[in-house]
């Protein structure tokens, strides 16, 4: 519960940040604020190399593990920030500056976030973690809205949500219990290094399914046209989130016994979930135009055809969102999720670069769409697959060693 609570309330500031600063900046400094903080999700995600996740499984194994992985979670960032924010400084001049310099801040301090919650994760304190999700979360969206309403500034707005992640951190490191045995930092990375970068690949094709896009979107068509899109992903993000929250999350906790037994309860949450999902976009679809005008106003009328292909293509998508625990975590088969992954993101990219550059937010609702279609089919494959329901029908209840494949906390 607290953990689907917690997903809930980061998708809504999420949305609150796209909505509030939609209303606030003109459109071409909200598409540099959206792709900033699109790049900032993916480059905190390469630089974390997954070492949450090892964490998570090891802190209570190895005596002094905390305080190494705490240590590494601040020194880490830091001495990253020391090489990147310097030659920023002397490559890049004018306004273009301040954004580079405030995109690699939010990433830094994305990644000692992430890094931390390995510390919670693995002392089984879901609550906290919960807890620190809202708590960095809801000030980003809090702060980035209101200097974006203060100052008119994309620059400024980024820099605000930047202290968010700082907030959650420094929850983390309070709600992480205390130890005084020490381990040397290279034993930490020797022992939690193998387990994270073999989900490392999965995790960030997973990430770069949700945000590459905006980012692209950007580079090859205009700002203005990352803004309309973002609109679009901000409600298709809103209904993933109560697939996410079922799938992930207490899904992955009731599938890693019996494999037949888990496959009946992706299919039983499925038959509950996809209904509910394809009225929501037929919803959006219809009323999604209505909506836009209220959140943003008559600028982001282009957004509007995006929106309604996107919230298709996210429905889509809500399938993989529940079967993917089922093929990590009941069929201990992470290599599927990660070829699903990367799959989705090579024809992501692909046709985005194609129709993108004429068509903007629209070809890119059009590519994401598609690639999220071929996701869900494939998924579907995968669930009704003759071989892997007669693998899944001979396999055992896994041992505590082989749970090291997981899906991310968040």
Known sequence: MWMSASKAGAAFAGAAIVFGTSRLLIPADRGHLATALAAANIAAAILSGSLWLGTSIEVRRH???LNAARNFALIYPALIGLLALPLVIIVISGDSQWLWLWTISAALALTCYSLLQGLVLGSADIRGLATGEIVRSWPSALLCVGVAGATGSAIWALAAWTLGPVLGSIYLVVRAEASNIGMKLRNYLRIVGPQSLRAHGGNIL?????RLDIVLVAAVSSATEAAYYSMAVAFGELMWVLSSARGTVHLSEQIQGDPKLARAQVIRVLKRLMPFMAGLALFLVIFGGFAVEIFAGEAYEPAIWPLRITVVGCTMFAVAHVVMPYLVAGLRRPGLMTAIGGLTVTINVVLILLLAPSMGALGAA?????????????CTLLLVNPWLRAKASSMHPESGDEQSARTPPL
């Open 206 to 210: 997973g990430l770069l399914a949700l």
């Open 366 to 378: 059009i590519a994401s769409s598609i690639a999220y279609a071929v996701a869900a089919a494939v």
């Open 63 to 65: 005596q002094g593990m």
